[in-house]
């Protein structure tokens, strides 16, 4: 087709897919396929449904647009580029993939404005827009009065075959379907290709059936390569259905428009190359050079910036009237959207004296959320099926139901893949929400790419992992984690934190709720663990601290515990000091935050005259010579446990008191 | 009901119910509920249906039976013991859950004679029935003959509600769909009942229509508490289709017979109590103490024995057959049967000189898995859709699909999960098959706890990843492993090898393919790598060795170099050489091998008496202590990576010989 016979509207379909087609032939790198098939839907969404107002990305109100097929991101790039957004411009287009640039290689919310989410791992996408959707939800409900609406968006997504194969967008999609999310609208891009070839080979079931079996409304588009009016219908329809969300199934061509490479997984993920290109101009009748828009099409796309500005003013005055009518409200949902805790919520937090009787951790940290989410009305969340053992339910406060939007105790059933997204997506509709997720700390395996895209995203989600050593007992090995807390260090900007007892515990929630840019992990007891002398709320924040010293500051040697073990060393040094030795008590909860301290306060801690230290974890040794030195030693575990009452499992595997005794003399020597 | 008026088979459902309320109620620790609930489909099946030899639990062609909710492994136990195992006494049962024992908290099967797979996790065993399933239909396409059958056996699981909402289930069952594995055959316990309670808060999806939509056939058995004839019908029925795997949706009532707690989740996970015991004896009219089995009831479970026997003389009628008729075949099944590898496989390791041209690991694992699978007919995997990244494809061996199961190329789709488990399957299929799954490393967090499960179930699967590191480049953070690496190194009894060149690559399938009792994780890169003057096939296996040395055995400092870094150590050594350092050169390819050497070897390659050591890897420095020493030092990288082309991101990374050398200095002073 020629230039002149191309309908604004090709024109404008066929800017997304050449800006989509000459960046990643820039970079000699990327995905362009996606675009150039899911380029009309994505117009017909951005052009004539979507809610945004490209001048404030961050307006509370907006639709919410999530790419769960994340290695399309140039089509993402090119929206945001094309509708005026100032965090896109053209040169960063060019700069697509590049060191330093506002269009990464995949989505990133921390680095390109009117990104929402961070995907890239598939299936992440979906399972963060039902977080989006339950966020909208839940504020909706707990908000908007009859005679004044002040949360209202939808939340759409495209998510491909990729995503559709992955567990996690089943566990999440099955929960959507089970809430009944109405606002949430996911097309799913058929284009019956992945890297492997065709999906034939690997992925034949009926996707449409399935979304019915969870519950959703499911229509299908069978040309999305033209039909703009029947995608534009499907999501009319899609926006009629209130009570289930809506899969719109978009066949579509992968590379529409590259003669030779279309319908192929060579289009999938590399540059077509100057050839091909030439060759997709010529196809589609497009004779402008690289990166060079038709004004028509541009005028057309920006549109969006008076559009999304009237939005914004609407909402605004709708906000005015809210005020007026509602103050109290008002100023909660102000509060919220702020981001600001309320003054003094800390005091909520629960304080122990070694008078408290003994108490395992999980069992406090279920008082202190429950402490707490009275005074912090944003705190919602709940555990993958196991509510009774985490202790996670918030009393009262009813389970968010279909049709009970307003409760705050989610139930995500066996699925901690989805809670984990699920969770960064609430974080990340950037409402004020504080989201928990919840399971056994072993369990972390099955979520542990949410759990790393929360650091990676900088979605403050609070992550509550019981039953977090061996101690847990009779459930075995495949119950028990050994490897876990070391690997949760491992993550970068992940703050993982051992609570030693009750006083840690409450201050573990300080610190992660105050923690409003990236996520905590807390790691409870199962069993009881006695309150120790000494142990502080405000302490936890340094990470590590001084129990007790019967030293000058020159100990013999240092003990140092972290969660249950703590006690251990306490009760070791008391029997090591009745021999006349002089021994340094630190309570450990978090290496990450030791780590933030200035040098001044570590040399007090760990100084470094004192070369005798043992580290008592019921974990993995690896990493704690970074602490013990050269000269120090452990008692850890580095196998697998073992099926016992977890008393004996403790025993058998050396922690006990006389044994960190032992240990200690041997390094004492 | 009174004892007199029981059949038989009240009597037998009732023994295996009664055996698992006392084991659960003397450990005071277990789930009675599944147990209760699922007695009668696990009767029939075992009783009427199932071929297996219970005093050769080894018996290559039995059936397979997974209990995918393996936290009613007091199911499995009470059927091993009333049928006649010598791995499960009633001594045994006694001590369910306590140090030691054969009967752990969930099934083991490195523990348990008569166990397949170990459970727990809930979906893995679903998954890994698939991988069973798998096993026997690939052996039979390549072994069976018109005239002579020796492959043929069923896989059956049990799974729950908890099963069905993990994602890795779904995974797993669209690919069981897909592959049309028609002697698969899973019975869904259908008791409504999940830890939180009724399933109706947070799993409300149609199961049934789900199963349909993979392709599976879907039968229901509305009462399976008692209608015994009904679950037979839909056995018999299951296996009448053979192009489809079968799911029996069986309703049960969980803790079925506890008058005040069946059908609660109260009897999901704990003990019943002394008063309920007995409401429950007098309510099943069961008047015998506990631990006590009528004579009927073990007479008749113990003909299992007999018929075991006679099922196994008559396979082995059969094999002898084969053997006369096609000794070539038999040969190579009684090979794989025994586990042992061919004579000499090795010498089909290619090997590389430094002359051979640069290129990168996975290029060469490609090369390697190629060469080795002509000489290894027991080589089969795959990749979760990446096979031309990963470069796993075998070369004209086909497409493992429906009506192909002979072919040895394994097309997981977007699903690494479901590999993972199912890899762990085919492995613990026991038959000599070795598996392998392949995938991204940064997507190990998708399937993590399948590979801690094939550590710690013996799994010997070889897990081969590629793009290591932030060298992969334009992908960006979501796609770059920087604490995978140190993450896998954690999980005991699994091998972690990161080869530096195409020698030790090879070396690296060495260790793996000769490892046949724990699984080894291979990590490959995406960008070239040059080949090293002395590196080794053979000193992969010492996990660490000496590649250069300019001094007398005491070198001013050592740079330890792991995969693609190791080039720039050998780099960096040269330029502080020309100055007249004493520099010796490590490639460390595996912590896990190097610490298995004597401490003699150590010390040969890292002397005491030398504490100047540099670490050089681009992953996290976690861990690395325990090699540099208090004065040493690492280059690594602890935040995440960055999308930008991979040499760009090494070198704003530090990863540079330049920096090696710089970083060096700094050390020696």
């Known amino acids: 087709m020629a230039v002149a016979t191309q309908s604004l509207e090709q024109l404008c379909i066929n800017s997304i897919r050449f800006l989509a087609i000459d960046a990643v ?18 117009f017909v969404l951005w052009d004539r449904f979507m809610r945004y107002n490209p001048k404030n990305p961050k307006w509370f109100n907006r639709d919410r647009f999530v790419l769960s097929a994340g290695h399309g991101c140039m089509l993402h790039y090119a929206l945001l580029h094309l509708t005026g957004y100032d965090s896109v411009g053209i040169d960063d287009i060019k700069q697509f993939r590049q060191w330093g640039s506002k269009t990464p290689g995949h989505p990133e919310n921390h680095v390109t404005e009117g990104v929402e989410v961070t995907t890239g791992p598939l299936g992440q996408g979906i399972a963060n827009a039902v977080g989006l959707a339950l966020a909208e939800a839940h504020l909706a409900a707990r908000f908007n009065k009859p005679d004044c609406t002040v949360v209202d968006h939808y939340t759409y997504v495209i998510l491909g075959d990729g995503c559709n194969m992955e567990g996690i967008s089943g566990e999440a999609c099955s929960l959507a379907g089970h809430w009944g999310l109405g606002k949430l609208i996911a097309f799913y891009d058929d284009n019956h290709i992945s890297i492997d070839g065709s999906t034939d080979i690997s992925f034949t079931e009926d996707v449409a059936k399935r979304f019915e079996a969870y519950g959703w409304h499911v229509q299908h588009v069978a040309d999305g390569n033209t039909d703009l009016e029947a995608i534009a219908t499907a999501i009319e329809k899609a926006k009629a259905v209130t009570d289930k969300p809506s899969l719109i199934k978009v066949t579509t061509t992968i590379g529409f428009g590259s003669p030779n490479k279309a319908n192929s997984h060579d289009v999938h993920g590399a540059a077509l190359g100057k050839a091909e290109v030439q060759a997709t101009r010529d196809h589609l009748g497009w004779s402008y050079p690289e990166f060079v828009i038709p004004d028509d099409a541009i005028k057309h796309f920006r549109k969006a910036v008076e559009r999304g500005a009237n939005y914004e003013d609407e909402w605004k005055a709708a906000l005015e009237t809210y005020k007026s009518k509602y103050p109290e409200e008002a100023a909660t949902l102000e509060r919220l959207l702020s981001g600001k805790l309320p003054e003094g919520w800390e005091k909520s937090l629960p304080t122990y004296t070694p008078e408290t009787k003994a108490d395992a951790t999980r069992n406090q940290s279920g008082v202190t959320l429950n402490a707490i989410a009275g005074v912090l009305p944003e705190l919602v969340g709940g555990s993958a099926d196991l509510a009774p053992s985490n202790k996670t339910l918030l009393k009262g406060l009813g389970d968010f139901q279909k049709g009970q939007y307003q409760n705050r105790n989610l139930r995500f059933g066996v699925r901690e893949h989805a809670m984990g997204a699920i969770c960064n997506g609430i974080a990340l509709h950037r409402s004020g929400l504080i989201p928990y997720g919840a399971t056994f700390l072993v369990f972390t395996d099955y979520m542990r790419n949410s759990i790393r895209l929360s650091a990676l995203s900088e979605a403050p989600v609070l992550w509550v992992m019981t039953h977090d050593s061996i101690a847990l007992g009779e459930d075995g090995p495949t119950h028990q984690p050994v490897e876990h807390i070391a690997s949760l260090r491992l993550i970068p900007d992940l703050t993982v934190i051992r609570p030693a007892d009750g006083n840690e515990t409450s201050g573990a929630y300080k610190v992660a709720i105050e923690n409003r840019h990236y996520p905590t992990l807390m790691a409870f007891s199962r069993q009881n663990l006695p309150n120790l002398e000494g142990s502080s709320i405000d302490n936890v924040a340094k990470g590590a601290y001084v129990l007790s010293d019967n ?10 515990g972290t969660g249950g073990e703590t006690y251990l060393c306490v009760d070791a040094a008391v029997k090591l000091r009745e021999e006349g030795k002089k021994v340094r008590v630190v309570s450990m909860p978090s290496w990450e935050l030791f780590e933030k301290q200035d040098a001044a306060y570590k040399e ?5 005259s004192v070369k005798k230290r043992l580290a008592v974890e019921a974990g993995v040794s690896f990493g704690w010579c970074r602490y013990v030195t050269d000269e120090g030693a452990t008692i850890s ?30 390094l004492l020597g």
């Open 551 to 560: 030293s000058d500051g020159t100990p013999d040697i240092i003990l140092i």
């Open 604 to 608: 007090s801690v760990f100084p470094a």
């Open 637 to 666: 575990i580095d196998t697998f446990g073992a099926s016992a009452p977890g008393g004996v499992v403790l025993e058998k595997f050396g922690f006990t008191v006389d044994n960190v005794v032992a240990k200690a003399k041997e």
């Open 25 to 42: 032939e820039k970079a000699n790198s990327g995905h362009p396929g996606l675009p150039m098939g899911a380029a009309p839907m994505a």
